[in-house]
């Protein structure tokens, strides 16, 4: 089953969150994407993922898609490179998707933190449950439900609040509102001690 997934038009700010709640500087992240499938794929959906890409891939040092379609990635590849100096890795999905689970359980070099985050566009297959391990972030882009987080006195729910809930792998993170930070940052000293009694 697919969702709707309203963040990806501000998913700079939701990625920046996810990456701060799992201890991880954007310099550091080792993105994957697996692309979406590519028979009876709308341009919307295309669309949307360029999107993404475009908002979070200037801060990034390293980026690999696998996709079916390795050549509709061929323009922003080079932009990519000429701006921004990232060489981006495409490689077939379908030769790839086998080897993951061996590369997210056999991690080569000691001592290093896990910080391979894989995003998984892909709308009609099952959760790769595979890769839901200790050297893999896995999150379902389309596959899981992201909500606002419900919050109240008797913590049942109540108020809706801005937070955001991300599912990575079998966990929840909540990722705090981007719309918070925007609010606080224009208040100056005054304001906030005036306002918050």
């Known amino acids: 089953m697919a969702y709707d997934n309203d963040f990806l038009r501000e998913f700079a700010p939701v990625f920046t969150g996810?990456?701060?709640?799992?201890?991880?500087?954007?310099?550091?992240a080792e993105l994957e994407i697996l692309d979406e499938e590519q028979e009876g794929a709308g341009n919307f959906e295309l669309t949307e993922l360029l999107d993404v890409l475009d908002q979070i891939a200037a801060e990034l040092n390293f980026l690999t898609i696998y996709t079916?379609?390795?050549?509709?990635?061929?323009?922003?590849k080079e932009t990519l490179y000429e701006e921004n100096g990232l060489l981006v890795n495409v490689?077939?999905?379908?030769?790839?998707?086998?080897?993951?689970?061996?590369?997210?359980?056999?991690h080569s070099g000691s001592g290093q933190a896990k910080r391979r985050i894989l995003l998984d566009f892909e709308r009609r297959s099952a959760c790769y449950k595979e890769l839901i391990c200790a050297r893999y972030y896995y999150i379902p882009i389309y596959k899981k439900c992201w909500r606002r987080k419900k919050s109240g006195k008797d913590g049942r729910g109540g108020a809706e609040n801005l937070d955001i809930l991300v599912p990575i792998g079998?966990?929840?993170?909540?990722?705090?509102?981007?719309y918070d930070e925007?609010?606080?940052?224009?208040?100056?000293k005054f304001e906030l001690a005036f306002y918050t009694r």
């Open 91 to 106: 490689r077939d999905k379908n030769q790839v998707i086998s080897n993951l689970h061996y590369r997210a359980n056999h």
């Open 182 to 188: 925007k609010k606080t940052s224009y208040l100056d």
């Open 68 to 76: 079916e379609r390795p050549a509709y990635f061929e323009d922003f």
């Open 170 to 178: 079998y966990n929840t993170v909540a990722v705090g509102s981007v």
């Open 18 to 28: 996810i990456l701060k709640a799992l201890g991880i500087s954007i310099g550091e």
